[in-house]
């Protein structure tokens, strides 16, 4: 809302306050939610009052538009505010539907079901509705054991599949699990794309499941040619699950409704999330075989052990709905096929020009750029401290300039040097070349240690190791 807006309905207040109060919202957040990352924000230059946003760009109160190549980690995925999914949730609740009886099941909740059984392999037929992607991949934890009767689970290093305590367990960083163990007993994982460490972790016979992302989505690492496919025959072989965790990859993303196309996989489970939800509503799903289903919770005794309150709540549903009809009314698979095409080529022609880009890893419109140590002696003393401070911190030398210079939103993926990007599936051919003249551009202006894209991420880094000695001498 900017303060020109006009609220219509605003019956108890709710957005005229909050429009009041926008000046308000980093203090606010620093009280009550989160102020290490108000902190964070306000260092990398993040700590914007963005007022609205629309299709690919986010707007500040100044009227500065950002265009987003991050869209909430693909939550967004479709664009920001999409009119058709905003249309359909207003017709949705306009209609006064009965929503949150658990004694009963609406229509939506079967449409949206079959909608996604239709475009996955045939055996996948049953779903289950949950709220965010690690309920999803909670749920395919609890039903392969239950299925199996197998107490181990088994996921890659360098995966992610969310932050609830079940989930974590599969986590492959560290980083993410620290102080919040003990997790889950009867985890374990093996490198990503490691075919005799699989089969050794396999051969026990005790594994129910094996869960892994197609494309490691932090660090956008494509899986060795055939590795899937083996892994896949692997876990038949043995009796272990196959899980795909699509909740990054799945409805579009790559170019395909799902990423296992690529590959011809037929998995057990297929964990759908982030696009889901039409960039509105909570909105994730796990979908498994019939037969799976109905081992795990199969009997009349059972149909309420495995619940959620929101899973199947009518906004999300139609959400869902809406989302696979713009995918398909607009041709957006093709578009991202073609558009994130058009960010490959661009993208390698920028890597034969600098050497800080070392690699270019992309399908579809999920792509990665990991940087590279530079050349020059200086360049690569800054390099240096800037590890020594943080793990992560060095793409910020592309990703702080791009956002403050250009207002294009990228993200750093972590612990690692991968910008990372994620635009929506409706980005244009010429919202595409925008962002590589601005890429290119920031990658100029990093040539030499002199710049000052150097200093900032430098001065970053000094305040860090600076912070770091005063904490070990306290
Ligand atoms: C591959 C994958 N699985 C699971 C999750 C967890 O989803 P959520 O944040 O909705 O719980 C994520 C989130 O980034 C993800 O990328």
Redesign the pocket.
């Known amino acids: 809302m900017d303060s020109d807006t006009v609220i219509a309905a605003d019956p108890l207040g709710i957005l005229a306050e909050a429009n009041a109060r926008a000046s308000e919202t980093l203090a606010l957040a620093s009280r009550h939610l989160d102020p290490s990352l108000v902190d964070v924000l306000g260092i990398l230059g993040f700590d914007k009052e963005y007022v609205s946003a629309e299709g690919s760009y986010l707007y500040d109160r100044d009227g500065r538009a950002y265009l987003d190549f991050h869209t909430g ?2 939550f967004a995925s479709l664009g920001h505010n999409h009119p058709s999914v905003r249309e359909t949730l207003e017709a949705t609740l306009a209609a006064g539907l009965v929503d949150g009886v658990q004694i009963h099941y609406s229509v939506l909740a079967g449409m949206l079901a079959a909608a996604l059984c239709e475009r996955l392999p045939g055996a996948l037929e049953a779903v289950f509705f949950t ?7 909670d749920a395919a934890m609890k039903f392969a054991r239950a299925a199996t009767g197998r107490p181990r689970l088994l996921s890659c290093q360098s ?6 305590l079940g ?1 974590l367990s599969l986590v492959g960083d560290d980083f993410f699990k620290e102080g919040f163990g003990p997790l889950l007993p009867g985890c374990a994982s093996v490198p990503f794309g490691d075919l005799d460490a699989l089969e050794r972790e396999l051969s026990g016979n005790d594994v129910a499941a094996f869960i892994v ?1 197609p494309i490691q ?2 660090t956008v690492t494509l899986p060795p040619e055939g590795y899937l496919a083996s892994a896949q025959e692997l876990c038949r072989r043995h009796g272990t699950l196959f899980v795909l ?5 799945g409805l579009g993303r790559t170019g395909r409704w799902f990423a296992l196309e690529r590959w011809g996989l037929e998995p057990d489970f297929v ?1 759908v ?2 696009a889901l939800s039409g960039g509105y509503m ?1 909105t ?1 799903a796990m979908v498994t075989t019939r037969d799976i289903f109905q081992r795990a919770v199969g009997a009349l005794e059972r149909c309420y052990v495995h619940q959620s309150t929101y899973g199947r709540n009518r906004l999300s549903m139609a959400a869902g709905l809406a989302v696979i009809r713009v995918i398909e009314r607009d041709q957006l698979l093709v578009n991202a096929a073609r558009v994130g095409r058009q960010l490959r080529e661009g993208l390698l022609e920028l890597q034969s020009r600098h050497d800080i880009i070392k690699e270019i890893r992309a399908e579809g419109l999920i792509i990665g750029i990991e940087l590279g140590a530079p050349k020059s002696r200086v360049a690569r003393v800054n390099w240096r401290l800037i590890h020594l401070a943080s793990e992560g911190l060095f793409p910020q030398l592309v990703v702080i300039p791009l956002h403050r210079d250009h207002g294009v939103i990228t993200m750093a993926a972590g612990k690692n040097d991968v910008i990372k990007l994620l635009p929506p599936l409706t980005l244009s051919s010429e919202e595409a070349a925008g962002f590589l003249a601005a890429l290119g551009a920031v990658l100029a202006e990093c040539e030499g240690a002199g710049a000052k894209n150097w200093a900032v991420v430098r001065d970053i880094a000094t305040a860090t190791l600076r912070r770091r000695s005063r904490h070990a001498a306290t």
């Open positions: 980690e693909g709220s965010a992607g690690a309920e999803a991949v995966g992610f599949h969310g932050v609830t989930p992302e989505g932090r965790d699509e909740i990054q990859t964990l999330g982030k909570p994730a």
